[in-house]
């Protein structure tokens, strides 16, 4: 399997055996609406994002797509906003990509109106060849069986110059044992980084990361054009 970090875009391209994929994650369909900025943000944010993912599926050849969670923004029931656009969203996308989902910690209800040929797996994530890809906010079983892990949920940021950056968060095992590294997805919607919105420390966030060790791993960043910040 070969993980590539897609230049100047939140995304993966995965490309196992004859398959190849697209993988975001951390949408958060109704995060404007529902932070009152739906009269800055005036836009149909399921034709946006969709179109954002269909070009990325036709530049690197992908008919899968792999969605890490956090597909909409609120943390109980879908409102009817969210409920309307993400409908509108997996009509797009279905007619363009397989879907398969993990869903996330904000993801309640979406499995009840997810369109039928959608794939939603639960929390213990989705394996690809010896990767495992989940969203981030619970404990997968057997997870230290696998060669790398693949997530979201955190939303990394970095303070480039005066602005913060979404980047890619790698964390590299010390020793010889698995997972040898976790990489971090960053989040897909635009907004919240024009808002600057961090959940925080991902040891605190993250309960996978708790039963790692984080200490013992290394942490490389790397902002969306490549270029290393931390080693």
């Known amino acids: 399997m070969h993980l590539t970090f897609i230049d100047g875009k939140p995304a993966l391209l995965v490309v196992s055996k004859k398959e190849r994929w697209i993988v975001i994650s951390d949408i958060h369909i109704g995060f404007a609406v529902l932070s009152g900025l739906g009269h800055e943000y005036d836009m149909d944010e399921a034709t946006t994002m969709s179109r954002r ?3 990325l599926g036709e530049d690197y050849k992908c008919n899968k797509l792999l969605l890490l969670g956090d597909l909409k923004h609120s943390i109980g029931n879908p409102t009817t906003y969210e409920k309307n656009q993400l409908e509108l969203f997996f009509k797009i996308l279905t007619g363009k990509f397989y879907i398969w989902i993990t869903l996330g910690n904000h993801d309640a209800g979406v499995e009840s109106f997810a369109d039928k040929r959608v794939f939603i797996a639960g929390k213990n994530g989705i394996v690809l060849d010896d990767v495992l890809f989940c969203h981030g906010h619970s404990v997968p079983n057997g997870f230290l069986k696998y060669r790398a892990i693949v997530m979201g949920h955190i939303h990394p940021h970095a303070l480039i110059g005066v602005e913060n950056t979404p980047v890619w968060a790698i964390f590299v095992n010390k020793h010889k044992t698995k997972p040898n590294r976790i990489v971090v997805v960053p989040h897909f919607n635009d907004v919240l980084t024009q808002r600057n919105y961090s959940p925080g420390n991902p040891t605190t966030l993250s309960p996978l990361f ?21 080693a």
């Open 53 to 55: 993912i269909i070009k």
């Open 210 to 230: 708790r039963k790692l060790d984080i200490t013992e791993f290394r942490l490389e960043q790397r902002s969306l054009f490549g270029e290393k910040i931390i």
